[in-house]
């Protein structure tokens, strides 16, 4: 079970639900893997609607990581996502949002 007040995110991934959290490190490597400048860079094109099925794919994959799986870009290429990419692109907003919300923020 997902707990957001760690900034957990749960997402079904073939038939099984995983739980996605945004780690230091996984933070980290996304912004190797998106070469975004920063990380606000990457929130303000999340919340202005303009990210790319790239952007989700990174996001997923650094959440998988810092929820403790060993997976990589290549695994989720091929991967039925339960609710389709909306799901996803709400995971990964939510994953951010979660990363960087204030504790009593809701």
Same mark, same amino acid.
């Given at each position: 079970?997902?707990?957001?007040?760690?900034?957990?995110?749960?997402?079904? !991934?073939?038939?099984?639900?995983?739980?996605?959290?945004?780690?230091?490190?996984?933070?980290?490597?996304?912004?190797?893997?998106?070469?975004?400048?920063?990380?606000?860079?990457? *929130?303000?094109?999340?919340?202005?609607?303009?990210?790319?099925?790239?952007? *989700?794919?990174?996001? *997923? *994959?650094?959440?998988?990581?810092?929820?403790?799986?060993?997976?990589?870009?290549?695994?989720?290429?091929?991967?039925? !996502?339960?609710?389709?990419?909306?799901?996803?692109?709400?995971?990964?907003?939510?994953?951010? +949002?979660?990363?960087?919300?204030?504790?009593?923020? +809701?």
């Amino acid at each position: 079970m997902a707990n957001p007040w760690t900034g957990e995110v749960a997402l079904t !991934i073939d038939g099984e639900r995983r739980v996605l959290k945004l780690t230091l490190g996984a933070l980290a490597e996304l912004e190797q893997e998106l070469e975004t400048g920063s990380l606000v860079e990457l *929130v303000q094109r999340f919340e202005a609607g303009g990210y790319s099925s790239r952007d *989700v794919l990174a996001l *997923v *994959v650094a959440g998988l990581r810092g929820g403790g799986a060993d997976v990589a870009r290549a695994d989720l290429l091929r991967a039925e !996502i339960a609710g389709g990419p909306m799901a996803a692109a709400r995971a990964a907003a939510e994953l951010l +949002a979660r990363a960087f919300m204030v504790p009593g923020e +809701a």
